[in-house]
Structure formats: C-alpha cells, structure tokens
C-alpha cells in the first residue's frame, strides 16, 4: 500500500469493481434495511443495495446511494427491492477517475 494509501478526511472519486459472484442465501439476501450503505465488518465488505434493474442471466444493477454498482448474481430479484450482499477487501478493487 505504501504511498497509495489514502488520507484520512479526503474525498476520492472513484470506479468500483466487485470481482465476486454472489450466490442466494449464502453472500447476497434480501436487505432488512431499505438504506443503502457500505460497511466493513469482521474483514468483509458489507454492501446494502437497491435494485433498480434486472439484467439477464442475474446481473443486477444496484443503487448505492448516488452511486450505480454491477453484481452477478445466481438468480435475479424484485426490481425495487434493497439486498445484502458481502465480499472480502480483496475482491473489491478502486479505480482512480477523473471527474
């Protein structure tokens, strides 16, 4: 990490990607809260996410706050509806944009 590691009270603009599969019932579920957040607990990543769209064969298209995340997924769901969904670190890579 060295001198790539970010400062604290810093905004960052940055491209998510989530390199997962997420599979029913085991690392993605329906979300109890319809809130969207990110958090990191017991070194995973914890997502909470509304479904603004269904793609084919399971990729979803979630609303994170103002932010739009692509997950793939074993199966599809209600469009509106908030899911869960967890991932370690290592799996969720940041990319540097330019605005």
């Known amino acids: 990490m060295g001198e790539n590691k970010p400062l604290l009270n810093v905004a960052y603009h940055v491209e998510l990607d989530i390199n997962d599969f997420f599979q029913w019932s085991r690392n993605i579920t329906l979300g109890k809260k319809h809130e969207a957040y990110i958090n990191l607990i017991d070194n995973n ?3 909470n996410a509304k479904v603004i769209s269904c793609e084919d064969k399971g990729v979803l298209v979630l609303s ?3 932010d739009i995340v692509f997950i ?14 967890f991932t370690t670190p290592d ?3 940041l990319h540097p944009i330019e605005l």
């Open 72 to 85: 793939e997924t074993s199966d599809t769901c209600e469009v509106g509806a908030y899911v869960s969904f």
């Open 91 to 93: 799996k969720v890579i």
């Open 45 to 47: 990543i914890v997502f």
């Open 64 to 66: 994170v706050a103002n």
